[in-house]
């Protein structure tokens, strides 16, 4: 063995000592965002997840030469994301079941039942719009890194985040209430006065 060959031995090594280390601290995240990219479909989610991390350990040198390899995980996983959608949208929407009487106020299944309504109607959403909403309200990313992750304009992030909006107050229907000082809660067309 080379002195030369020795040293790609060594950085092999490291590579694959940094890649567990980064999946040790960002695999709950991930996960995370994965769930809420597939509409909280576990299984797929998993499927996502495993065939990012796979793709990413392959490529690892090079998407750690950038410095943080988080940022660009997440954008694999959108593109994953996307791609899959692409693949299965000819599959049927699901609609949402009949919400049944309301929990009495104060108890937290009132606020269990919220958050499963908001995911169920994330999940109705297209992938794109999906993606826009998990990048910004979920990650916490500005509307620039938004675009940056998902290679478009700012415009496209805030016009795909506005109707992705709209559309979950939509299915969400009259549980959601209004916004506040929007005067346009069940997406019924009104026109807010400022």
């Not at 065939?51 to 997440?74: F, H, K, M, S």
């Not at 559309?167 to 026109?191: F, Q, T, Y």
């Amino acid at each position: 063995m080379s002195v030369g060959d020795q040293g790609d031995v060594i950085g092999a090594e490291d590579a694959a000592a940094s890649f567990e280390y980064f999946v040790d601290g960002s695999s709950a995240r991930l996960f995370t965002m994965a769930l809420l990219l597939t509409g909280r479909q576990r299984v797929e989610a998993e499927d996502l997840l495993q065939g990012v991390l796979e793709r990413a350990y392959r490529r690892w040198r090079r998407i750690c030469q950038n410095g943080d390899p988080e940022p660009y995980v997440r954008q694999m996983l959108v593109n994953a994301s996307v791609d899959r959608w692409r693949l299965l949208r000819r599959r049927p929407e699901e609609p949402l079941p009949a919400a049944g009487a309301g929990p009495a106020a104060g108890d937290q299944a009132s606020e269990i039942a919220d958050r499963d309504l908001l995911l169920r109607a994330l999940a109705l959403l297209p992938a794109g719009q999906r993606a826009v909403l998990v990048l910004r309200y979920f990650n916490d990313l500005s509307e620039a890194q938004t675009a940056a992750t998902l290679g478009c304009s700012v415009g496209s992030v805030k016009s795909q985040a506005s109707r992705a909006l709209a559309r979950l107050r939509v299915i969400a229907g009259p549980a959601a209430g209004p916004e506040p000082g929007s005067g346009a809660g069940r997406g019924d067309g009104a026109v807010r006065h400022e």
